[in-house]
């Protein structure tokens, strides 16, 4: 019986190529976008899974309170490990304090390469559990010793046998290679981690000891619970942990610090803090792939349904004969799921192949290195689910609807198609098509704020400007020489250094006092250190007052505000004003200038501190290309200058409307997933109503000769066989307006500078909608119109 | 005694008023009649035969097949009944297109779940016994009006009914193909087999042993 059933399945296929493409195509189509998604779910879930002490492991975050504003970070003072291992140790296995992960210089002999990697106390190997090749987890003992990864040694000596090699760090002195260590998975939050130095040497090596203090939140701080302990009672055991330490009338008390623990498995999806407390973060967007990716499925699932029972005239006289010849009705059932099943795993494997063929663009996308893990047991697990499941799906209601045929009824002729089916089979067209205009929505809206953020106004030039980072301190020492030597080009126009990027500045100060500042105000600013020419460069608007000039010495004590400090600070008359700013001294304010957007495009401006500065701070050195010249000979010249007096240092420069492009690479991403989803949606609803105009211009074959013979234009039967499928597709367009209005209106609450969600996205969205749906159905009614009235009428 | 229909009824409400399909019918149908059922169009023939074939149900009345009360059955057993002793026989023929000859004929001892060999050897007899074995291979649509019909009464015959249900077999046929099934029905009939055929024809009707008469549903 079953072998009969599969010979009626196939043969069934075959019969009918056009609906099988249709209904194969359509499927397979969305197997392929679940099964990505779901790789890419299944990859987001796996973050930093590979750790052996994924249970155990948690970042100290610090909360503080500015002026009323509430703020977790990752950043820790260097004093606050000890504390935690000497007052609170029974709750931790392993404290460490790490700088963060930086590129570094490393040179062997022979070899220099620039790799990632971090400053940390030696219970970071067994915490991370690294894999040691060479050497022993104990490697960083030493604090002249460093360890290195796999790939870090096999590139500086061509082998992992690199025990009791010493190589260059940076500028500094040599480290001995104590051990070499499997490079960490991808995965994972550690992955760029190609060398491991040893904290202590970095202390020393900077001075550290004398020179930071509970302040300086500059270091990150992980911890690994001893067993037994609960990661939320360590957490709340040391809340206090650095306040406790700190002077009650200190600026840094009245911040208010909080620390407390995030675990290891909330690190990837679970990284946004409100108000201190941890809430959420990117898990939405596994959630809204996730909900996109079942969404997918189910649309594919509908079109199977509507093409099967749409087939249903079709079958019901095979239903009628084959009741007749003695069949049960749970045998019909068996019968359409089993061909419904075949044609799932058809379907199913057509859906790999397309996954291998657009792997590589999803991965570009969405920046992983997914593939099918064809050798992954729990992958053909869940494949046979995801098969049964679909067939579930899609099979169940045809069988039941088809098997559910009276014999004599479809025998004698009188089965009437208008009955029960077609109200469902509308309402599921409808609901494709809800979703696929809300999707269209989310696009448009999507891009729309990107558009409106890429375009919002900067208040400051990046044209033609570009940075090289400053790794070592010849640079800085030479630096007026180097400055020289850069503007003897024709083509550069000016030269400045900084310590961070006007792009994004990052660096964040407080203990400052100035008149009238309430002694509750626990301020912070955004501070900008630079050179001279800097406001010039990036042509800053001076609002009041002037900028930094070299005509006057005592400049080196000098602000620059931007508006938003101004009136932060509550400054009547801000020129000539002074800030104290701790024991740096007492700065006149030179000048205001005009708001720019130096941060994120899409948040709001924050207060910012612009002042002199020719010191270890600077990071950055900014070169301005002169508009109209080439960047090409300007870029040989500088490159000339940085190898004549930093010769080690592969020269590498980026330009600041690159690094200001990183800002929408992720909005960027979203986009583009979210738009080919959406693409895919409209493919998969306009197969549907394809298959479903195809099957009603076929079935009213008949009819359309009648009325043809009768004097009907090929107008008048357009309208008839389309004006059903608009009207469904413009009932999905009344759903789809305010279902898209409040998710898109939600995710642009995000953004603190955002575009309006206009009309016209609406209307377009619309426009799209019914202009596939009118040009899809068309082809069909248009083909029925004008086909011979005498071919029809004969064929009955 | 085959079976026996007493009183029974059969009707629909249309627009608030009841149209009667079959009225007061009684029948009493022996083992190894060969019955022939006329009437004008429209007057309920293959209603009756519907009926009879369980295929459809009726409103009032009682209908014994073999001892056992069918008004009185759970759908189940009505259709294991059904399978057991009814073939039926169409005037469309209505054989599965997507099957061959030879997997039309399979189907009902398929459903009736005969195993395999025993299978094969019921329908290669059956092939043998209606001059069809060369054609065993070929599809519906391949076939002559005629020869369909001949695979459509071999498949009513192969699983051993006891009453074939036949709503004018031979109404798409030409006069010989016609007479070639008649022939047919007589030789199963001599075999033991009952036989209750619809016909307009007067010379079909007059290969059965006894003709019923319908008029708007009524016996005459
Ligand atoms: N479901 C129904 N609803 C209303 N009337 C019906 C229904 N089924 C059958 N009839 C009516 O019952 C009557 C008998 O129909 P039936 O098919 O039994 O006629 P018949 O004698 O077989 O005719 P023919 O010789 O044309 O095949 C007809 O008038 C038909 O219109
Ligand atoms: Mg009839």
Redesign the pocket.
Known sequence: MFKNYLKIAFRNLFKRKGHSFLNIGGLSIGMATTILIGMWVYDELSYNKDFENYNEIAQVMQTQTFNGEIKTESNQPMQLAPVLRNDYGDYFKHVVTSTFTFDMLLTAVENKISYSGFFSEPGVTEMLSLKMLQGTRDGLQDPSSILLSKTAALSLFGTVDAVGETIKVGSASNLLVSGVYEDLPENNSFSNLKFIAPWEFLKKNQDYENRVGWGNNWFQTFVQIQDGVNMSVASAAIKNSKLENLDAESGMAKQKPVIQLHPMAKWHLYSRFENGINTGGTIDRVWLLGIIGVIILLLACINFMNLNTAQSVKRAKEVGIRKTIGSVKYQLIFQFMIESFVVVCIAFTVSLVLVILAQSTFNEVTNKSLSIPWSSYNFWIVSVLFIAITSLISGSYPSFYLSSFKPIKVL?G?FNRKEGVVPLRKVLVVFQFAISTTLIIGTITIYRQMNYVQNRPLGYNKEGMLYVPITTKDILERFETVREEILRSQDIANVAASDVLVTGTFTTNSGFDWKGKDPDFAEEFNTLRATHDFGEMINWEIKEGRGFSREYKSDSLAFVLNETAVAYMGLKNPIGEYVQWGDSGKFKVIGVVKDMVTRSPYSAVKPTIFTLHYGRFLNFINIKVKPNRSPKEALSHIEGIFKKYNPERTFSYTFLDEEYQQYFTGEARMGKLISFFAILAILISCLGIFGLSAFIAEQRFKEIGIRKVLGASVYSIWKLLSKDFLLLVMISCIIAIPVGYYYMNEWIQDFNYRATLSWWIFAAAVFGSLLTTFLTISVQSIKAAIAKPVKSLRTE | MLLQLNNIFKW?N?GGQR?F?LKDINLQVEEGEFISIM?P????????LNVIGMLDGFDEGEYNFLDESVHNLKEKLRSNLYKEYIGFVFQSYHLLDELTVQENLEMPLLYKKVKGAERKAMVADMLDRFNIVGKKDLFPAQLSGGQQQLVGVARALIANPKLILAD?PTGNLNSQQSEEIMELFKQLNTEGVTIIQ?T?SEKNAAYGSRIVN?LD?RMI
Do not use: A, N, P, W
């Open positions: 004698k009188t | 629909v249309s149209i399909l009437g169009s429209g007057s309920g023939k293959s209603t009756l004018e619809v307009h319908l549903g």
